[in-house]
């Protein structure tokens, strides 16, 4: 993982995870997971947290799914990014070149929550109207009660959650 943060004045500095590191800091680590908690820079700083799963003989015996062996999740480090005073200069943060931070009117903005929100509604919603209008068209009748409850079930959609993208597709095409 790359994480690259900007400040004003044109200085970047990057946190690299993969390159010139030590392949396997903690014994018995197969996976390791990272946090970085944007919200966190409301308490002045922003950190990345580490996270790994060890695998031990002691763990053979209890099992998840399949009857596989369940690796334990562990405390690994935690990374300071930015401090308080390089938070009054931060201008913007990218994580594996996805910009997940960026100051907007002089607030910074977590644009990992736009970014979901502007997917879902000019992605996600527009492809399962689509997609179910084009089951409804090949199971059956237009309009069917039936057809519809179908084609949300093959979709993976509930009728619940169709219904809402329904009205909210709806009130987009007035707005177009």
Request: aromatic share 8%; net charge negative; hydrophobic share 35%.
């Amino acid at each position: 993982m790359l994480i690259k943060t900007f400040y004003d004045k044109g200085l970047v500095v990057a946190f690299d995870t993969d390159h010139m590191t030590e392949s396997l800091p903690q014994k018995g680590n197969l996976l390791t997971n990272y946090e970085l908690d944007l919200a966190g820079i409301e308490s002045g700083a922003l950190w990345l947290k580490t996270f790994y799963y060890e695998t031990s003989e002691e763990y053979r015996n209890a099992t998840g799914p399949g009857g596989l062996p369940v690796a334990r999740r562990r405390d690994g480090w935690c990374f300071l990014i930015a401090d308080s005073d390089d938070l009054q200069r931060l201008e913007r943060v990218t994580v594996d070149g996805d910009t997940v931070a960026a100051r907007v009117s002089g607030e910074l903005v977590y644009l990992t929550s736009v970014d979901h929100h502007y997917e879902v509604a000019e992605e996600v919603n527009p492809h399962i109207a689509t997609a179910h209008s084009h089951l409804v068209s090949s199971i059956g009748t237009q309009g069917s009660a039936q057809a519809s409850k179908e084609a949300c079930r093959q979709l993976g959609v509930s009728e619940l959650a169709y219904k809402e993208v329904a009205r909210l597709e709806r009130i987009a095409a007035k707005e177009r």
